[in-house]
Nanobody, 115 residues
Framework: VQLVESGGGLVQPGGSLRLSCTTS????????MRWYRQAPRKERELVAV????????DYADSVKGRFLISRDNVKNTVYLQMNSLKPEDTAVYYC?????????WGQGTQVTVSS
């Protein structure tokens, strides 16, 4: 199983970024995919989840209305569109999948929101 995040960077407050997590080695279309983030000196927190059946989604309260998770079951990729970014969104963002009784993480992508 491999998860590779990309799309992070430096953005000004109010800006947007789209993160991608390209995957391989498991049945992506039937797997629940999650985005987490970890800010300096804070615990890793769940940001968004997208279910396999019907593609329903859920979000942390702190990002509702600003972030959108989506998936492409042909490209085996999950996305996180982040709008109206705030300095408190600064963190390393990770995608995650639970498969075959194990939990897998990507290497993360840094998002920095600063003027």
């Amino acid at each position: 199983v491999q998860l590779v995040e990309s799309g992070g960077g430096l953005v000004q407050p109010g800006g947007s970024l789209r993160l991608s997590c390209t995957t391989s080695g498991f049945t992506f279309s039937s797997s629940v995919m999650r985005w987490y983030r970890q800010a300096p000196r804070k615990e890793r927190e769940l940001v968004a989840v997208i279910f396999s059946t019907g593609g329903s989604t859920d979000y942390a309260d702190s990002v509702k209305g600003r972030f959108l998770i989506s998936r492409d079951n042909v490209k085996n990729t999950v996305y996180l569109q982040m709008n109206s970014l705030k300095p408190e969104d600064t963190a390393v963002y990770y995608c995650n999948v639970r498969y075959g009784g194990r939990i897998y993480w990507g290497q993360g992508t840094q998002v920095t929101v600063s003027s």
